[in-house]
């Protein structure tokens, strides 16, 4: 028994009901396919248990799912043993954190919608600081620190051998805020620029003057899973962040993401009209 699931954990566990609940079975029934107590099934389908590989492809099979790849994406998930660096942070910080890390490292791509603030991943150290700074209520120098060190740990899934690809649509109004003060503001916006030059990542703002537009109305991140069902959308903000995943809202996320990207500037244009604002400042 786990005191407490990981987000990835967690998923496994709904997903593992949603199979159960789609082939019209109780828990009772299901603990009898697999010859344990309905406790065991309720533990398993809360993620406070885990489940091993031949489990879950016999629950699988009983439930009539036939997407193998979406079984294998299931069992890697949960059979992982991965303890990466965010788990020196577990007990200083909240858990939604350490499961953001934990989901940026195994997704496959992120793509952001920022409104008030530049994405988490291309944040320099100070803005980050000025962000937390604004809590309420306010942080301790300690909580403070704890958390701006991790994110700036964060950046490491876009500055790896083997980075992931990141698609950034901001608005306008992120990049005008000064969170902190000008020279802050120059700094940031000179990152943002730097990291658009990269090949896996692509930056686009939404302009003030857009005529129109209400799809940008709100900051969304969102992870690429191993397989569609598995992306998960987190709605990432100081205090932590909450995480989507029901294959509805995901779909209705995906829209929403590509008609605020097609609203967006090109990528060569976006730089340049970051580079206004930075003479402007």
């Not at 998930?77 to 991965?82: K, P």
């Not at 969304?220 to 397989?227: A, I």
């Amino acid at each position: 028994m786990r005191r407490e699931a990981t987000a990835r954990q967690t998923r496994v566990a709904t997903e593992l009901r949603r199979l159960r609940e789609a082939a019209d079975l109780n828990a009772r029934q299901a603990a009898a396919l697999l010859g344990v107590s309905p406790a065991q099934i309720t533990h398993i389908e809360s993620g406070l248990a885990g489940v091993s590989e031949k489990r879950l492809r016999r629950l699988a099979s009983h439930y009539s799912c036939t997407d193998d790849e979406f079984i294998d994406a299931l069992v890697t998930m949960a059979t992982d043993r991965t303890h990466g660096w965010w788990e020196e942070y577990r007990g200083l910080l909240p858990a939604s954190f350490l499961d953001l890390s934990e989901l940026e490292h195994h997704c496959r791509y992120q793509a952001n919608v920022a409104v008030l603030f530049v994405p988490g991943l291309l944040q320099t150290e100070e803005y980050a600081r000025a962000v937390f700074s604004n809590r309420i209520p306010e942080l301790s120098a300690d909580e403070l620190e704890l958390r701006v060190q991790h994110r700036v740990a964060r950046r490491v899934v876009i500055e790896r051998v083997a980075p992931i690809s990141l698609e950034a649509v901001i608005h306008e109004a992120a990049l005008r805020i000064r969170v902190s003060d000008r020279a802050a503001s120059r700094v940031q916006l000179t990152r943002v620029l730097e990291l658009s030059e990269a090949d896996h990542i692509s930056v686009r703002v939404i302009p003030l003057d857009l005529d129109g537009f209400s799809r940008g109305g709100s900051s969304m991140t969102y992870l690429g899973g191993p397989v569609t069902r598995l992306d998960t959308v987190i709605r990432d903000a100081p205090h932590g962040a909450a995480l989507v995943d029901s294959e509805a809202q995901l779909a209705e996320c995906r829209t929403r993401f590509l008609k605020v990207e097609a609203a967006s500037l090109e990528p060569e244009r976006s730089r340049d009209f970051i580079h206004t604002l930075l003479k402007e400042l």
